[in-house]
T-cell receptor, first 110, second 113 residues
């Protein structure tokens, strides 16, 4: 099946710094999604991308759907302590077929 | 989006026993799914819960081990049967609405002794 390669695996940054993470695949996806999971919670949708080349922002978060449809990145600007958590990318081909990356664990030092 | 309630939120069980996890949604949804998230890992789809028919299982998951019910458009259960310590995981319910985006419940944290 489709495999998603998410990097980096973990990040330790200082409050105020910008963050960038990405997902790549050998397969094409029709939709890319980014979720955040806080400790003890389920994943929460941050951004959904539907078209190749699409660039979408949600507050300090910006994500792009790669032009080849095989990759996506998520940027977080001016990080704050509540950005701590695990960020997952997910690619979707058809309605039921969603694949998740391994996650990027973000730690923000005040 | 939809409001998804999962019960129990956590449990500690003895090996050989079974646990049934409930997923209740506040509105009728198109699709319901069950995922497993092993410690420190990503999410793996167990099955799609089909309303009024047998669930569709992913490779590596079988009905005898993970029986699923979906009696209506707002409710589903997942049973983890004959548990072993390897079943210790977070089990997550997700649903799709008209946009086909999946929204997740808070999960059930299962520890098997």
């Amino acid at each position: 099946g489709q495999q998603l390669n998410q990097s980096p695996q973990s990040m330790f940054i200082q409050e105020g710094e910008d963050v960038s993470m990405n997902c790549t695949s050998s397969s094409i996806f029709n939709t890319w999604l980014w979720y955040k999971q806080d400790p003890g919670e389920g994943p929460v949708l941050l951004i959904a991308l539907y078209k190749a080349g699409e660039l979408t922002s949600n507050g300090r978060l910006t994500a792009q759907f790669g032009i080849t449809r095989k990759d996506s990145f998520l940027n977080i600007s001016a990080s704050i302590p509540s950005d701590v958590g695990i960020y997952f990318c997910a690619g979707q081909v058809f309605n039921n077929d969603m694949r998740f990356g391994a996650g990027t664990r973000l730690t923000v030092k005040p | 989006s939809a409001v998804i309630s999962q019960k129990p939120s956590r449990d500690i069980c003895q090996r050989g026993t079974s646990l049934t996890i409930q997923c209740q949604v506040d509105s009728q949804v198109t699709m319901m799914f069950w995922y497993r998230q092993q410690p420190g890992q990503s999410l793996t789809l167990i099955a799609t819960a089909n309303q009024g028919s047998e669930a569709t299982y992913e490779s590596g998951f079988v009905i005898d081990k993970f029986p699923i019910s979906r009696p209506n458009l707002t409710f589903s259960t997942l049973t983890v049967s004959n548990m072993s310590p390897e079943d210790s995981s977070i089990y997550l319910c997700s649903v799709t609405t008209g946009t086909n985006i999946q929204y997740f419940g808070a999960g059930t944290r299962l520890s098997v002794l």
